[in-house]
């Protein structure tokens, strides 16, 4: 197959100059909120009492905002960026053991569900924490299920599923224009894991495409489309679940945090792609919680998809034992592998 990039470079150009912009200001709000709230503080002579450090917490409201110059921003977005991009978008596979030795010295709750994924699981992979860590996960984590097993029926399955995203969003009045690009390149990565044909590729070179910035961004961009395109013709179903995350409609949603690069995933998002593709999806939560009764236990959550009319309970992308497995911590994705 041809690949895509090459059979559109004006689309190409137009795409990757859009996806650029949005990824520049895509960071980790939390991050941003430290760096803020340890930035903003008072001048001198506003201190009061003697002995007066010269600083005090400052409230929205209070605060001068005109200091805060467009160069100085971009500034700060310039050194988050650069900081991001040490870290590539899907790293290697690594032993559950590197993930012990991070918290070696940190909270016990930690320490202890980390030893309890250990008999469940045997290793990770990390994802950049850029806010499209979600969506990279499960790309990889996905393609990487298919490579391994050649499940031929899977791939016809989705492929057949992908045909029903694209038609949604025509019925929704997207331009074919938008997304087109977007869905070519899954299908060209889909079809290169799928053994016996001249473009079928390894797992090495699967790992280098999914930290090429173009193949890695535009399957983003394929399952925000498709997530926002599901969440948009189920619009009553999922309001109430976006009612519960922020005061806006279902629209707004979409274009402000669904659509967009960089924007993270709720369990909104996960619902909506995992019913859309089909595919069902565990995400094993690590924090810090605790269960007053009984050991501690590391929870998780299985979303599996809702069966459309015209399919059966027992279509294989609809089976209740996920084979994509997530480890979630707080504000970020990795992809873990099963003993």
């Not at 967009?260 to 690590?286: F, K, N, Q, T, W």
């Amino acid at each position: 197959m041809a690949n895509q990039a090459e059979a559109s470079p004006r689309k190409r150009k137009a795409l990757d100059s859009e996806l650029g912009m949005e990824a520049a200001v895509a960071t980790d709000m939390k991050q941003l909120e430290a760096e803020e709230a340890a930035a903003i503080v008072l001048n001198p002579s506003n201190s009061v009492g003697a002995g007066a450090s010269g600083s005090r917490e400052v409230f929205p409201e209070e605060y001068d905002w005109s200091c805060c110059r467009d160069d100085d921003i971009m500034q700060q977005q310039a050194a988050i960026r650069e900081e991001a991009i040490k870290i590539p978008f899907v790293g290697d596979k690594e032993p559950l053991s590197s993930l012990a030795a991070e918290f070696e010295s940190g909270s016990p709750i930690l320490k202890e569900k980390i030893r309890l994924l250990a008999e469940q699981y045997t290793a990770l992979r990390r994802t950049r924490g850029d806010g499209n860590c979600f969506y990279r996960s499960f790309m990889l984590a996905y393609l990487e299920h298919i490579l391994e097993t050649q499940d031929i029926a899977e791939a016809k399955r989705i492929t057949g599923k992908v045909e029903q995203c694209k038609n949604t969003l025509q019925s929704l009045g997207y331009t074919e224009f938008t997304y087109e690009d977007f869905f070519s390149i899954f299908m060209e990565q889909l079809e290169s894991v799928l053994q016996g044909k001249e473009a079928s590729i390894s797992m090495e070179e699967l790992l280098s495409r999914s930290r090429d910035q173009f193949v890695s961004d535009y399957v983003v961009m394929f399952f925000r489309f498709v997530t926002s395109g599901e969440i948009r013709k189920r619009a009553e179903f999922f309001e109430p679940f976006i009612a519960g995350l922020t005061n806006t409609s279902v629209d707004q949603f979409c274009k402000s945090s669904v659509e967009p690069m960089g924007e993270e995933c709720d369990h909104v998002h996960i619902i909506a792609l995992s019913d859309a593709l089909g595919v069902a999806i565990r995400v094993v939560y690590l924090d810090r919680s605790s269960c007053d009764k009984g050991a501690l236990a590391v929870n998780h959550h299985d979303f599996v998809p809702t069966a459309s009319a015209d399919e059966s309970s027992d279509t294989p992308g609809n089976s209740t034992e996920p084979f994509v497995t997530l480890l979630y911590r707080p504000g970020h994705y990795d992809i873990l592998y099963r003993r």
